[in-house]
Structures are given as C-alpha cells and as structure tokens.
C-alpha cells in the first residue's frame, strides 16, 4: 500500500486498522530527533468512526511502516506530477555536494518510480558499471605486539614495553577490502532492498549485498563517508557513492531495534531548498564574474545601555570583482501569495540598508511558472530608494533538458536587471 502525502498539504484520510499507529509514533519520535523538528514529521488524528487523518510537515522523502508505504512530496514540487521524484533527485545531489552527471544514472529514464525504486536503479546501473573490476581495496593501521617490530613502535603502549621488554607494541597497515567504501555501498544495499517495492530490485539489492558479506554491517559516519574519493578506474561508483550519501543524510530509520521493523528516509525540505538556491545563486554569479557567500552581518552602534551589536544573515550575498557587496537574496520557504510576508522585507530591506545594496529579492519556490514581481522602496530619510524583488523559482522545470540552466538564468536575469525608476 501507498501513500502520497504532500508536505504542509491537505491531510489524507486513512482507516487507522491499516496502519500501525504504534510503529508510526516510533517513526516520528526517531525522525523528530534525528532531524531536529519541534513537532512530528507525519501527524496522525483520530477523527473518530475507525479513521484517521495523515499529514506531513517540514520534511520530503518516504517511511515504510510495515507493508505501507508513506511518500511525501516537499512543496516545492508537483505532487500531481510523477516526476517530482526524478526533480527531487537531481536536487539531492546537487546540496550533497554531488552533481552526479545523468549519464551515470537511469533517474531520467524513471520519472514515475517511487523514490525507494528510482534511487535503487541509480545504485545498481552504478555499482553494474564501476564494480566490475572489483571494489577498491585499502589500508588501516592495526595494533599489534610481537618479538619482531613489524611496523611502527606504538608510543602510546611504552607501559607495556617496560613491563615486558622482550615484546614489542608496533602499529602495523593491513591491506583490506573492508573500506569505507564497501561498508557504505553494503549498507545501502541493505537499505534499499528494505524500502523498494519491485521485488525484482529487492533481489538485486540483497545479492549485492550478499556479494559484500565479508564487509562490515555498519556504514561509516557521514563525514568519513563524504571524504570517499574515487580512483578513475571506479569513476562508475561515484552515482551509487552519492545514493550512500544520501540515505546516509536521511538515516534515521533503517530496520529500527525493538517490537517494529522501520525503514526509510526522510530530508529535512526547508535545508535542501535554501542550499539549493545558494548553488544557483553560485553558478548565476560565477557565470557574471561575482561571487557569493553568507555571513553574518553586525551592525548598529550601543550609544546608551547595555547591550551589543544587532545581527542578520542573508542567505545570499553578491560581490563583484572588487568585492564590494551588490545584491542580496533570501531564500524563503513558504507559499507565496500577492506580496511577500512582513518580517521577509524587514530582514531583506534591513541587510539591503546596511550593506549598501540597492537589489535585494526573495526566492520563492513554486510549482507553476510565474512572473517576478518588483517594487521600489523610497527612503524617507534621504538614503538611495531599493529595489525588492520577489523571484519565484519554478523548480519542476527540471523535468526539461535545459531546466536548470533556465533557473541559473532567471536568478542572473535579474542581478542583470538595472534599478527601476518611477517619474
């Protein structure tokens, strides 16, 4: 069975008899601290005569609570449209840090698939095509003692040389199959061949990971997995490296201990769409010889009190060459309505002030093209007026081969733009 959620979308009816209610709570309580969230990512209400309301806020990816399924949507892309799992893809590996070339993966070829299914066909036409002369091998150092030093005297066991002289403590590297690697590709196999709802993939997943038995079951931490590099001979593992990455990042069930058998993965959406349009923002700037970065910005004297100086931090701001600030963006994740929300301006216009940037904007994300909207703001204390501009970014254009270049240009259209003046 499954269920399509959209986050911060209509809640789906339910009965709750096919549910487990008790397994979901165990899921919400993991996710809810896994991710950070104030308030479980799925609620569930009774409504009463055996049913149930579900609905999904703050996150994107999907739960397996025993034999259903549960597939959030973010709101940032088309439930309607099957193909806002392949988009969300592409998204994924951008903010991970991967750009994974399509040539190496089928995510455009499966558009429809579940995100379980459409992750698995990347993991296995990668690991079909980068495994096939073997798996890299590594070294880690080992402890060991003995009459004959076979490596490098290990100082920190000196005690136990002066207790017993006649053997030495030495540290000594041992060739391995067991790298980080290989544990991360296992346990993504694992992992998938869990959540997946072909069986045919199911099988596939399990015989890799049968394939990598003698490997350790426990992945790596994410940050030792996030230094994996590739040689050229295994440049085909690098889409199933990424689809690790990824499960990795949303981890916070698999096969979870105690009375219920979790699975899944879940992204926190609010993170992966402000990165996202940092990297946009990125390629906009760097193909118009500006950079960008985001820090923070204090400003404001004490001149009576206690105190210390205010604070703000724009998601994006734009140098040119010199480095003299130019622009700036928000990234906001809301519904955008006919004007952006109060405190939104308050912050743009307060960096804008403070920075000396005439453009500022706020980035909406939106389902359907629509058109920028722009207004002058007139400083009634003799400063220079500024230009807002609320930018919707219209991410299922991804769905199309020139998508994001499209979105790199709508954001570098505008940083293009010159200041509108009113007579």
């Known amino acids: 069975m499954r269920i399509k959620l959209q986050e911060y979308g209509e809640p789906v009816v339910e009965r709750a008899e096919r549910i487990d209610l008790r397994a979901l709570a165990e899921a919400n309580k993991r996710w809810r601290a896994t991710l950070g969230l104030s308030a479980d990512p799925i609620r569930v209400e ?30 940032f892309l088309s439930a309607v449209d099957d193909s806002w799992q392949a988009v ?29 299914d459409l992750l698995a066909e990347v993991f296995l036409a990668s690991y079909a095509k980068g495994a096939s002369r073997g798996l890299p091998r590594g070294y880690f150092a080992k402890q060991r003692a003995g009459n004959t030093l076979r ?24 060739l391995t199959d067991d790298t980080a690697l290989a544990r991360l590709l296992r346990w993504s ?3 998938l061949a869990a959540t997946v709802q072909a069986p045919g993939r199911a099988r596939a997943l399990r015989e890799i990971a049968g394939g990598l038995a003698h490997i350790g079951k426990l992945p790596p931490q994410l940050l030792e997995a996030q230094k994996i590099l590739l040689g050229l001979q295994h440049k085909g593992l690098e889409a199933a490296r ?19 058998t979790l699975s899944g993965f879940l992204w926190n959406s609010d993170t992966i769409y402000e990165n996202y349009v940092y990297w946009l923002c990125q390629r906009a700037a760097s193909s118009r010889g500006k950079r960008v970065n985001k820090n923070e910005i204090k400003f404001g004297l004490v001149i009576r009190g206690k105190g210390s100086k205010l604070k703000t931090t724009p998601d994006v701001v734009f140098h040119n060459a010199d480095g003299i600030p130019v622009a700036i963006t928000d990234a906001k994740y809301k519904n ?4 952006p929300k109060a405190p939104d301006t308050y912050q743009v216009l307060t960096a804008g002030h403070v920075l000396g940037c005439t453009r500022v904007s706020l980035t909406y994300p939106v389902s359907k093209d629509r058109e920028p909207t722009v207004w002058l703001v007139r400083s009634a204390l003799g400063g220079r007026d500024i230009e807002l501009t609320v930018l919707p970014i ?30």
């Open 242 to 260: 990424m689809v690790g990455l990824l499960l990795l990042e949303g981890a916070g069930i698999h096969h979870g201990f105690g009375e219920h």
């Open 189 to 191: 196999a694992d992992c």
């Open 46 to 75: 009774d409504i009463g005569n055996g049913l149930c309301k579900l609905r999904a806020e703050a996150v994107t990816g999907v739960v397996r609570i025993g034999n259903i399924d549960i597939e959030i949507a973010p709101k």
């Open 394 to 423: 219209n991410l299922m254009g991804l769905t199309l081969p020139k998508g994001q270049e499209a979105l790199i240009n709508t954001i570098g259209d505008w940083l293009d733009g010159k200041p509108l003046t009113i007579d």
């Open 336 to 339: 955008l309505g006919s004007r």
């Open 151 to 174: 490596g490098k005297l290990d100082t920190a066991r000196l005690g136990e040389w002066f207790a017993r002289p006649w053997i030495l403590p030495y540290i000594s590297d041992t």
């Open 88 to 116: 969300l893809w592409r998204i994924l590996t951008i903010v991970e840090g991967g750009l994974v070339d399509d040539r190496l993966t089928s995510a455009n070829h499966s558009a429809s698939l579940p995100i379980p």
